[in-house]
């Protein structure tokens, strides 16, 4: 494969998945911009962004494609209609139909014990727009799914979705980030305030940090604006 044409909700998230298809950097690619897309509300229904990236050096002749449609999610594994997995997949198909996204989904786990509840998988042509800027897109439709299958189901229970291993990406990129400012504000003895976070950020800084020997976490403002400040602990 020489040549992918990805779209996501900026140019820069088509970019990325297009260079983690082709498994390269980006000085080894040539990208074309198709389409800068518009934004939408909550990242659905909106214009995408599209780009051809392109291997240098490979022909440029183009596979046949088949055009996009809209989507017809399907789970992989098979869950029981009224359980939790079930009306999730249920509620996700309802979602992503109406909204014309064109992903495909698995079921990873009907009831996973870390996730408190069904974990589900996407990945596709779209799938970048459901990821959104920081996870925003994708924590609000794990919102609504969860809204919907708790409010069905009768008993506490937390959807998980992930596109393409974003949250571990995430994660990731959030510890090695915390260890960073941490390593700084020992160094100088300065506080510092992260960017505004979701809490599910927040919390992965908050527990990457737990058992630093020389810095603490705190949480600091009030809704969207809420972040994290991590301070050097005073000497006892």
Known sequence: MDTVTRTARTVE????????ELGVDRSEVEVE?????KAGFLGLGAELARV????????????????????????AVTASPGDAAGLAVEAL????????????????????????????DLAGEDSGLLIGRRGQTLQALQF???????????????VVLDVEGYRNRRETALRDMATKVAERVAQTGRSIALEPMTPADRRIIHTSLTNHPAVTTESIGEG?????????????
């Open 33 to 37: 911009v198709l389409s800068r897309g």
């Open 93 to 120: 198909t309802r979602i992503l139909s109406a909204a014309r996204v064109n992903v495909n989904s698995t079921l990873r786990a009907a009831n996973d014990p870390d996730a408190g509840g069904p974990v589900i």
């Open 13 to 20: 998230e088509a970019e990325e998945l297009a260079l983690k």
């Open 224 to 236: 969207e604006g809420r972040k994290v400040t991590i301070l050097p602990k005073r000497r006892q």
């Open 144 to 158: 609504l799914v969860t809204s919907i299958v708790r409010n069905q189901h009768g008993e506490t229970v937390r």
């Open 52 to 75: 051809k990236v392109t291997l240098k050096g490979a022909a440029t002749v183009a596979a046949p494609r088949a055009p996009a449609t809209a989507a017809s999610p399907g789970l």
